[in-house]
């Protein structure tokens, strides 16, 4: 215990004396830290604006086309196949789910695109409201959006506004009453906004063929499941009653959503090759700090230091260094986070955040075991040129 305490003495005396070289180390690892941090948090806002309605939707399965591939934009389900879905035991209730895309012109003349998604008022997929009333009827000539719109432009509850989609080659538009409001509802990158089937079906996007010809189909079909029943035991029951589906839970519609995948994948890659780059630049620098002071660790061992000793305090020395830089970069990061728009998709999740702040903490032990393996096998009397 003696041992420790004077390792921890002459770690920190080391760090005070030469303190300016310890702080441009330590900023050092601030700046990586910094850089960790933003990128899972950028990955978090990136597959948070891709996934977050799906993440938040009152269902337990999705039912999409066969061979659709579990991907949402490639399905075409009869909304007949969601009336029959209600029928089977097992399901609570079911709602299909239409996708478009849209505009809403802002009153400062520019425009805010947002994802167009037709919902049946009142079963699943339809979201809950935080502000004003849900969607009234199938043809009603109102609309939900998501809390982003609100916070990017001057659209307020009770508002009229006005959408601009392209049917054929021409623009149309149309005006909706903004009812209600709902929050965590990004899809595919852009907020949504909620209207009945019946009002999706006539604002909606349409080609050529399809102008003057009423829709039957919803991209897929959102299933809540009654009490008492395990998924795969309903996906069986639905398999065998109802044809021409293929069904996936939340966690595989999420994984399926086209570059979800990839575009973690490459973040995440991001973030491996940072911390890399920390443990060299941090091993580097302390083997040059053991190099630097091989006759002080001869003098140490001459007079009786034992390798503990030594081991513990360069140690102590890389830890002490590596915490105040995690500190600094963790400090940085937070006063960076206050300052951004909500247009920018970087959400700092405590979970992601504190996984990378203990990689962080660990990457200077680690960083540093050649250094500290020299410094270990130091011998006093070639340190002193006794030999």
Do not use: C
């Amino acid at each position: 215990m003696n041992n420790f305490f004077l390792a921890a003495y002459l770690s920190w005396q080391e760090v005070w004396r030469n303190r300016g070289r310890f702080l441009l180390v330590s900023l050092v690892i601030g700046l990586i830290t910094l850089l960790v941090l933003f990128i899972a948090a950028l990955g978090e806002g990136l597959g948070n604006a891709n996934r977050q309605y799906l993440d938040n939707l009152d269902a337990d399965l999705l039912v999409y086309r066969e061979k659709a591939d579990f991907i949402i934009p490639a399905s075409r389900v009869e909304r007949s196949t969601a009336r029959a879905i209600r029928r089977v035991e097992g399901v609570a209730d079911a709602g299909g789910i239409a996708t478009s895309s849209a505009a809403i012109l802002l009153a400062d003349g520019k425009t805010l695109k947002v994802s167009l998604l037709g919902v049946e008022p009142g079963r699943p997929g339809d979201p809950a409201v935080t502000q004003g009333h849900a969607l009234a009827g199938d043809e009603a000539k109102e609309a939900v959006v998501d809390l982003n719109i609100l916070q990017r432009s001057d659209v307020k509850v009770g508002d009229l506004i006005t959408l601009r989609v392209t049917q054929g080659t021409k623009d149309q538009l149309y005006k909706l009453r903004v009812v209600g409001a709902t929050d965590g509802q990004l899809y595919t990158f852009q907020p949504s906004i909620f209207v009945p089937y019946g009002t999706w079906d006539r604002v909606r996007t349409k080609s050529d063929a399809e102008l003057n010809q009423p829709s039957s189909t919803v991209n897929v079909v959102a299933v809540r499941m009654a009490a008492g029943i395990s998924q795969t035991e309903l996906k069986q029951r639905l398999t065998n009653q109802v044809t021409g589906i293929e069904i996936a839970d939340i966690p595989t519609a999420v994984a399926n959503v086209p570059g979800f995948s990839a575009q973690q994948s490459t973040v995440q890659t991001q973030a491996v090759f940072t911390l890399l780059i920390g443990v060299l630049v941090i091993g580097g620098f302390f083997q040059i700090q053991i190099l630097q002071k091989v006759p002080q660790i001869g003098v140490l061992k001459a007079i009786g230091a034992d390798n503990f000793l030594v081991g513990a305090a360069a140690v102590l020395q890389i830890i002490i260094t590596t915490v105040i830089g995690v500190a600094l970069g963790g400090s940085l990061a937070f006063l960076f986070s206050l300052s951004f728009p909500p247009t920018v998709p970087i959400i700092f999740n405590g979970a992601n955040s504190a996984i990378a702040i203990v990689a962080l903490l660990l990457i200077g032990p680690v960083g540093g075991l050649v250094s500290i393996f020299y410094a270990v096998k130091i011998e006093p009397l070639k340190a002193l040129r006794l030999s």
